[in-house]
Structures are given as C-alpha cells and as structure tokens.
C-alpha cells in the first residue's frame, strides 16, 4: 500500500518536475537561443547539470522549509501526495492558458492550505515568507527601474552582442597543433558577448534549480518516504526531460517574451532575477524565478520609458529641468516627417506601455493564484480528513 | 453616411473579419486601421522591448507591420484604400483614445490567447460599453 501511494507521490512530482523544466528552461535560455547563441539540446544539456547543482546546494535550504517549517507536523505521505497533484493542476492551467502561476507560490499555498485544515500552520514561517514576497516584485521593479533610467542606455551604447555569419570557433589546423581559432565572421567582441550570456543563463539555470528542484519533491521528503538526495536526483531528472522535450516550445513562447527586449536587457534582467532568487532560496524562501524576472523587465521598461531627459539632451548638457514637464519628457525627439509621409498627430509616448492599473491587474494574478491553491488545499483536507 | 471609420486590430481572424465587414458596410469611407502595440502580456516582454527601443516610433511601426500588411492585403481585395496607425500601451485605453476623431468603431469580437483576455479583458466588450461613438461588434 505504501509501496503505491508512493508511486503515485513520484509519478506526480516528475510530471510536476517536467513542467517546470518547460517553463523555466524557457526563462533561462530563451534569450540565448533566440539570439541563435547556442542549440536547444545544448540549452536543454547545461540546464539539467545546473539545475542539479542548483537544487543540489542551495535548493536544500528551500526544500528544508517547504517540508519542516511551513506546518508544525510532517506532511505524511498521502497528504504529501495530494499537495503534489494540487501543484500539478496549477501548473497544468498555467501551462494550457499561458497564465503565469507561480509555482513555488503555489506549493506554499497548498502546504499552508493542509496546515489550516489541521491546525498545524506556522504563522511565524509563513508571514515570513509572504513578506518576501512582497519585497521581491518592489526589489525587482526598483533594480530594474535604475538600470533602465541611468545605466542602461550607455551600457547600450557601449555594448555590442551580435551574432555574425558562420561559426564563431573553428578549429585551426594550419600549425603542428590544431587549436581553437575565431570563426570568418567572428570577433572577440563576439565571443566575449557570446560566453556572458552562456555564463549568465547557467546562472539563471542554477537559481531555477535552487527555487524548483525542491518544488517537485518536498511533499515527498517531508515524511521520510524519500530521502532528499535521491529526490534531488527525481526532480532534476524530470525538470532534464522536460527541458529536452516542452521546452522546445516554452524557448519559443517565453523566449518570444523575453526577445522581445533586447537581449542586453534581457541579460540584465536574467542577471537581476537570478541573483534574488538566488538569494532568497539560500535563506530557505520559496520564491519564483518569474516573479523577480517579470517586475524587472517591467522596472526596466517603466525606467527608460519615465526618465527625464533623453540620453542624447544629456550629453549635449541640456538639461534645462524646468522644462522637463512636456517636450523633453519620454519621448524621443519628435519624428522628422518624410516627404510624401503623412503627419502623425499624435507623437507615441512610452509612457503608455506601463498603465499602472494594468500592471496591479496583472500582480493581483500573483496573490489569487495562492490564494486558491490555500483554499482548494483547505477544502479538500477538511472533506478528506483520511488524507492529512 | 459615414466618412471616418476606426478599425483596430490585432493579429486575429476575428480583427481581419471586422476589417472585411467594414470594407464592406462602408465602402466610401476613409478607413483607418488601428493596431496597439506593447500591451500586457504575460512577461510584459513587449512593452519593455518598444520602450527600451533607440527610436519608439520605428519599432512600434515594426511591430505593427504584419497587421499592417495584412490591412492592405484585405483592402486590395476591395479594391479600397486604407489609413493606418499605430498606438501603444493598453488596447483599450489607446482604442478609446482615438475613437472620439471618427464617426463609427468597427472591432472583431475577439482575439489573442485565453492569457491576453485575462491581462486586458474582452477588449470589443469594453470598447463597446465605454465608446463615445457608435460601435459594430463584428463575430
């Protein structure tokens, strides 16, 4: 018997396991990909091995308050089990409707939801956590909001990462060695860029493994049925295959998202979200990579699009703040218009890409998410009390 | 009759539907197509992308130019001229912005994902309600 709810607890962490590689393979190495820097199985290759490390090291901090700290008791093996299917199902709909639902939010939500049907709940942990759920979109947005107004567009001007025709290393076998030499087309400019973003997407894969890995497997390890390494192994296992399969998708869609920034920025975003996730997982908070990734792209954009005075008015030194109110605010200089080209009445203004009520709209997404994944969690311990 | 008819559009079959049935129910009509870029998507890639851009009005075109080439392409088939624009930001706010320059709105129904629907809403619902101007819901 035991035997078989734990077989049904591993079949449900691996297909957990397997949507997380899909999506957060897509985060990871998206940009890289998209950017056409390197193949999706080589993609998919790096993010399983650091993803492992990531889950290995710093995931066990995370999987240590996912299955010890967030209820006062241990999670038995069946309940365990139904947690996992309630962190599946929330998957599957951010899977299928492309909604982001946060998945560490919503394994917290249905561990915290079995702690209220039992009285266990450790309010200590858990208003702990959300706190640094609060924090973590402001810290995001904050980070992304100064590099997108005052760092950004000369780090632009200066950096170039471009992709040029041909190999970027070929092999030289014109001396008595052959050695690695730079492709037709390459420059060192080229490979530099090229080995950032390969290092700053193993980094983002590292973090991924960190806040996920133990996502899929704490329910589990909770109760002793598994032991944590052999999990780690479970968890990165799945997340592998689902980088090598769905990903080729979630590289596509999510790497459309996040190619759609320049892949600077998007470095910059990958650079920013990792390192807070990163942190987070260290000190044992269950935190989602999307979330810190999405209020950085967000601060970054919101940045550049409200900074005062256009980068070019800066360098001349006009900078007449007086008059920043209107004609120097946002936009860029007005459009010389064209012979033969209609005049625009109106001139865009990238102040409307961050309508904050759009952007609350789209955070509330984050606190009902949890929020029904409690309550559902809840509902079903309290119907079921067998299971808890 | 009408002389100034807004079309906006996205990259849906529903947005060339409206656009058909205007070309249609209106064929004297000065059409302007309108399409939005950089609306909430799910990792707000496209609005950071156009506002980071060295030159918005470039890129906006850019993003625009599918819809754009399509809108011609329909157009052509009428035999008809069409105007077209670009605004940014939220669909409906930017929908609404324009409407009040023209006699009549004529939107599709429906487009984009499930996801779009949930950051924006029904964007030809709330046209619809909010509109200064007569609206035609095209399903």
Request: overall charge negative; hydrophobic content about 50%; aromatic content about 8%.
């Amino acid at each position: 018997m035991v035997e078989t709810v734990l077989l049904v607890g591993v079949v449900a962490s691996i297909f957990v396991g397997f949507n997380i590689g899909g999506s957060s393979t897509g985060i990871a190495w998206g940009p890289a990909v998209g950017a056409g820097l390197l193949s999706k199985v080589a993609a998919a290759g790096l993010m399983t091995f650091f993803v492992f490390l990531g889950g290995w090291t710093v995931g066990r901090n995370v999987m240590d308050t996912l299955a010890g700290d967030i209820i006062t008791i241990e999670i038995s093996l069946a309940a365990g089990v139904a947690v996992l299917f309630f962190i599946g199902t929330g998957i599957l709909i951010a899977n299928v409707f492309g909604v982001p639902v946060p998945t560490s939010m919503t394994t917290v939500g249905a561990i915290v939801g079995l702690g209220l049907a039992t009285g266990t709940a450790n309010f200590e942990t858990i208003g702990w956590i959300v706190s640094w759920w609060v924090v973590t979109p402001i810290l995001g947005f904050w980070v992304g909001a100064m590099v997108g107004r005052y760092i950004y567009p000369e780090l632009n001007r200066r950096v170039q990462i471009e992709k040029s025709e041909g190999a970027l290393i070929t092999i030289d076998r014109s001396g008595s060695l052959p050695r690695p030499a730079l492709g037709p087309n390459s420059t060192y400019g080229e490979l530099t860029g090229t080995i950032v973003v390969l290092i700053i997407g193993c980094y983002m894969a590292f973090s991924a493994g960190a806040s996920n890995v133990p996502n899929a497997v704490a329910p589990l390890v909770s109760s002793g049925a598994l032991e944590a390494n052999p999990a780690i192994f479970i968890a990165t296992i799945a997340i592998g295959v689902g980088g090598f399969t769905i990903a080729r998708r979630t590289m596509e869609s999510v790497g459309t998202e996040l190619s759609d920034i320049p892949l600077l920025a998007a470095l910059v975003v990958m650079t920013t979200a990792a390192t807070i996730t990163t942190a987070l997982s260290w000190i044992g908070i269950p935190i989602s990579l999307v979330m810190a990734s999405v209020m950085t792209i967000v601060g970054l954009g919101w940045g550049r699009a409200t900074r005062p005075i256009t980068a070019r008015d800066a360098m001349r030194g006009e900078t007449d703040t007086e008059i920043t109110t209107g004609a120097l605010k946002a936009e860029p200089d007005t459009p010389v218009t064209k012979i033969g080209e209609e005049e625009h009445e109106e001139v865009l203004s990238a102040d409307d890409l961050f309508n904050p009520r759009a952007i609350m709209k789209y955070v509330s997404m984050w606190i009902i998410g949890p929020a029904m994944s409690t309550l559902l969690a809840y509902a079903f311990f309290v119907v079921v009390p067998g299971v808890a | 009759m009408l002389s100034r008819v807004l079309v906006p559009m996205d990259d849906s079959e529903m947005a060339a539907q409206a656009l058909k049935y205007a070309l249609e129910a209106h064929p004297d009509a000065e059409i302007t197509v309108l399409h939005v870029a950089g609306g909430p998507s799910s990792m707000w890639g496209g609005a950071s992308g156009l506002a980071l851009a060295d030159d918005l009005e470039e890129a906006s075109q850019e993003h625009a130019q599918d819809v754009f080439d399509r809108a011609h392409e329909i157009a052509a088939e009428y035999d008809a001229e069409i105007d077209t624009e670009v605004q940014l930001g939220h669909p409906v706010r930017a929908i609404l912005k324009q409407a009040d320059d023209y006699e009549t709105v004529v939107i599709g129904s429906h487009g984009g994902t499930v996801a779009e629907r949930l950051f924006v809403g029904n964007v030809a619902q709330k046209i619809f309600r909010r509109s200064p101007v007569p609206v035609t819901v095209v399903r």
